[in-house]
């Protein structure tokens, strides 16, 4: 028998609202300077990913990963910090993805519970801009977990600090690490963007216009 639900865990980037888009022109403007092509494709491989592993995988694809000391890297990675600041500074609430308002709304209507597990640094000060951070019982960010997604770390602790069990949440995701990271936790997994990317998804929305809590939980109680 299904446990009964008890709670969403979102991601933050690209779910609730499109910062994927900020952290491709921030990186890509780093990888330019570095001689590096960077490409939106190549992009989607660093959805979910941290900040020092997608710089990494950067300077894979530019065959430059022995070039800089771990100091040189971290200020490349700062650089890059910076540069996505200032294109997240115009945030509002307007710039939430469509339908997320809605869907928010009606998870607390039902007395579920709210927590975001996000891969990101940056989640509290985004979350403020959009005007969500009091919407959410919980926030867990990149600051305050050891292991980044796929590994199911930052989903679990979001569990724990809401109080339910893994099995009782449903986590809704827009990156294949993130989804994998949300099956790992053993908690079932709405995936956001081409079917095809997310073969272990519970169930997979083309995009956040199309999510619908009652659709949803039918499918999660089978
Ligand atoms: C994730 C994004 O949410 O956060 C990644 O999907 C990003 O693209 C990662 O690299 C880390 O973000 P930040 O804000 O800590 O650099
Ligand atoms: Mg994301």
Redesign the pocket.
Same mark, same amino acid.
């Given at each position: 028998m299904t446990t009964p639900l008890k709670a969403f865990i979102f991601? $933050?980037? =690209?779910v609730i609202t499109d910062t994927?888009e900020y952290?491709f022109l921030a990186w890509k403007a780093l990888a330019e300077d570095l001689g590096i092509t960077f490409t939106r494709e190549d992009n989607e491989e $660093?959805? =979910?990913?941290?900040?020092m592993d997608?710089l990494e995988k950067i300077l894979e694809l530019g065959g430059r990963t022995k070039d800089f000391s771990a100091e040189e890297k971290e200020a490349l990675a700062e650089k890059k910090?910076e540069h996505?600041l200032t294109l997240i500074q115009d945030i509002t609430p307007e710039d939430l993805l469509p339908a997320i308002k809605e869907l928010i709304s009606d998870i607390k209507s039902k007395g579920l519970k709210l927590g975001m597990a996000?891969?990101?640094?940056?989640a509290f000060t985004v979350m403020e801009s959009l005007g969500m951070k009091s919407e959410f019982d919980i926030i867990v960010d990149?600051k305050t977990v050891v292991n980044g997604k796929p590994h199911p770390e930052v989903f679990l602790r979001a569990a724990e600090m809401l109080g339910v069990d893994p099995e009782a949440c449903i986590g809704v995701e827009d990156?294949a690490a993130g989804v994998q990271a949300i099956k790992s936790a053993g908690m079932f997994a709405v995936a956001v963007g081409p079917k095809e990317s997310f073969e272990n998804a519970d169930i997979v929305y083309a995009s956040t216009a199309e999510l619908s809590l009652e659709k949803i939980v039918e499918v999660y109680n089978g």
């Open positions: 991601d $933050l980037d =690209g994927a952290h $660093l959805k =979910g990913v941290s900040r997608s910090n996505y996000s891969a990101s640094k940056n990149a990156a």
